[in-house]
Nanobody
Framework: QVQLVESGGGLVQAGGSLRLSCVVSGGTFSIYAMGWFRQAPGKEREFVAAISGSGALRRYGDSVKGQFTISRDNTKSTVTLQMMSLRPDDTAVYYC????????????????WGQGTQVTVSS
């Protein structure tokens, strides 16, 4: 069974930085493209970032370009999201997800999901 576990969420002041991590077990990590999504109360789940299995290809949602950076370490089966210049609108539950079909940009295209980690940005 493939399992994804996020960590690193918490409370941060506006303008600060936070790093989220997702550890994958039960599968061959390097064959998965990985993505990050977020969902705020009353909002649809939003694409944040994605990275190909090798790490060579990265994509970002329009709202976070230049602000967030996705990376992966295939020796540790871990994908990370470096979040900078955080603002209150970034407050959401952040989810990592794995795709067996290469880099994808929508939630329905992902095969495995973590439980989510809360990020709260105060003004």
């Amino acid at each position: 069974q493939v399992q994804l576990v996020e960590s690193g969420g918490g409370l941060v002041q506006a303008g600060g930085s936070l790093r989220l991590s997702c550890v994958v077990s039960g599968g061959t990590f390097s064959i998965y493209a990985m993505g990050w999504f977020r969902q705020a109360p009353g909002k649809e789940r939003e694409f944040v970032a994605a990275i190909s299995g090798s790490g060579a290809l990265r994509r970002y949602g329009d709202s976070v370009k230049g602000q967030f950076t996705i990376s992966r370490d295939n020796t540790k089966s871990t994908v990370t999201l470096q979040m900078m210049s955080l603002r209150p609108d970034d407050t959401a539950v952040y989810y990592c997800a794995a795709s067996l079909s290469g880099l994808r940009l929508t939630a329905v295209e992902y095969d495995y999901w973590g439980q989510g980690t809360q990020v709260t940005v105060s003004s």
